[in-house]
């Protein structure tokens, strides 16, 4: 056994392992080599192990074996291409193409198990479909003119004409369900002045700083949950998770630079792009 230890096995492979030196540590009174594989990872083996090709890999080689292969598989009307080096909830992340030519990343898991079937695309031509006509409809001063393509939370978005002669952007939910008459010409306590929504970010929401009645930690995106506080922000209407913390000022130190990252590089873009818009926010939220 000892004579076999002293043998130099530098630079030998094995599969994805390659010999680098021998070490201190003994197994059975032979001789611990350092080997490297080729993913990066660092094990100890006994030289005949290299030297016989009794072991390949530092384990990773028998993980990927396991990882079934979807590379051209369909997932209803969705194609997987190739595997990323990211998970999410412990599945890997593939991307994919849709059938009507959108790329999207989607876990293994939910192409597998069938839930997820395309890019979004079925379940907008769904909800185009179900989209009530309205055109020529009135609401108070307004007049519905045609459907603009946008959504605000899930309600298709028209382009109205208001009676003084302005056009505004309102959902169909907004015009049956929130009571809105008017482009904001007419101001009335109980008529909510229009918003300015771009890629669904509220500039107006970005602005007003106060917190929601039902905020129970004092701190706007901050939640206290049975592991901690979590931090979180919304942007472009996608949720951003910032971590939990045990302390709440660190909590409120991330949702703090996030919105600095997110809404303010955001809004400082918007005010260089509409070159008015400070002004015409300003008009909006004076007082009457």
Not at 45 to 63: D, F, M, N, P
Not at 102 to 131: D, F, H, M, P, Y
């Amino acid at each position: 056994m000892e004579s076999r230890a002293k043998k130099d096995i530098t630079g030998c492979r094995s599969g994805r392992l390659v010999a680098i030196e021998p070490t201190e540590e003994k197994r059975n009174g032979s001789t611990l080599w350092r080997c490297r594989c080729d993913c990066g990872k660092e094990i100890l083996l006994e030289a005949y192990q290299i030297t016989g090709e009794k072991v390949k890999s530092c384990g990773c080689l028998r993980s990927e074996k396991r990882i079934k292969d979807l590379t051209g598989q369909r997932f209803g009307k969705l194609t997987a291409l190739e595997r990323l080096d990211q998970k999410s909830n412990r599945s890997y992340l593939w991307r994919c193409v849709c059938d009507c030519g959108n790329e999207i990343t989607v876990r293994a898991n939910a192409l597998t198990t069938g839930n997820t079937k395309s890019c979004g695309c079925v379940k907008q031509k769904v909800l185009q479909e179900r989209a009530k006509d309205i055109s020529g409809k009135r609401y108070g001063s307004l007049t519905a003119v045609r459907p603009t393509g946008k959504r605000r939370h899930a309600s298709v978005v028209w382009e109205c004409r208001c009676d003084c002669g302005r056009t505004a952007e309102y959902s169909y939910a907004e015009l049956e369900c929130s009571h809105i008459m008017s482009c904001g010409c007419e101001q009335h306590p109980s008529v909510p002045l229009p918003l300015t929504y771009i890629e669904g970010t509220c500039v107006e929401m970005l602005e007003n700083k106060k917190l929601r009645r039902d905020n129970t930690s004092g701190h706007t995106g901050v939640v206290l949950t049975k592991r901690g506080w979590v931090a979180k922000i919304n942007f472009k209407g996608k949720l951003y998770y910032l971590g939990t913390y045990q302390d709440f000022a660190l909590a409120v130190k991330a949702r703090e630079r996030a919105e600095e990252e997110l809404h303010g590089s955001f809004l400082d873009w918007y005010y260089a792009t509409y070159t008015d818009s400070k002004k015409v926010l300003a008009d909006k939220t004076a007082p009457a």
